[in-house]
């Protein structure tokens, strides 16, 4: 159980079927976003003996990359969702990563161990809080002086085929109508990268930087294999589920998806373009 939750809502999401999706479909999505593990860990800066926190972990794939960069430190992953942190934990065991553990907490208010880590890292986990700023200034306390936070988000909507053809598909055969922007926690969340850099300065930390990079995303098993990823977590799954939808609809949903991206299709692998802002930012502290 967790001492302490802001964000109930998301604990509610990612322990329903719907976040147990993204465990049961684990590997096709480590397959998917593996290209992005390396800018954020480069970015980091490692050298091999830091401690780290890994900030919405999920199954563990980020955490266990960041463990592989830090023989002789340590990573501590952390998520909201339990079935997720019991995934991570078996693949830790697995592996054999010694220097990794896992904290089932909501990282907006859990009182982490002050001054106790080098580096943050963040795949696609820093907007999902509700309350940015407390985020910022929670997770930051457990920053040594001059620790580094380093944190991917998605970038506009627009650039992000992933997420727009599928939805597009969904939407058009159930006849959904369109939903009225939001500006509450979710993947696209940071999206205006001007917005971010402003809750970091509100936040007090330091030296805040955003880079935009275009990084293929490479889902497994062609177009139909991505398609149907596509239909089990996402904004398309997302319409699925809110419109009571049938298994034909599904089905019809993935020939759609499947036709919009067989032009992604090299050879046998898939390229999705993506565009994704690398935010980075440094823990200071008041004289």
Known sequence: MMAQIANQPQAEFWTSPAGRAWVDHEQALDATMEGLLRPL?????????????????????STLAAARRVPR????????????LDRARHRAQAEGAANVAFHLCDAQVERLAPDSRDVMISRFGMSFFDDS???????????????RMVFLSW???ADNPWFTIPEKAARDWLTAPPEPPT????????????HVLALIAQAGLVEGRVETLQIDLTPPGGPSGAARLATHVGPAARLLRICNA????????????????????????MRIPSSVHLFSCRAGRQE
């Not at 700023?133 to 620790?147: E, K």
């Open 41 to 61: 860990l480069d970015a980091a800066d490692l050298c091999g003996s830091e401690d780290m926190l890994d900030v919405g972990c999920g199954t563990g794939a």
């Open 73 to 84: 430190g340590t990573v501590l992953g952390l998520d909201i969702a339990a079935p997720m």
């Open 133 to 147: 700023v407390a985020a910022f200034r929670n997770l930051s306390q457990a920053l040594r002086d001059g620790g």
């Open 155 to 157: 970038a506009r909507l």
């Open 183 to 194: 500006k509450g926690p979710g993947p696209l969340a940071f999206a205006d990268a001007d």
């Open 246 to 269: 049938t298994p034909q609809d599904r089905e019809a949903i993935v020939a759609r998806i499947e036709d919009d991206f067989t032009g992604f299709g090299h050879g046998a692998d």
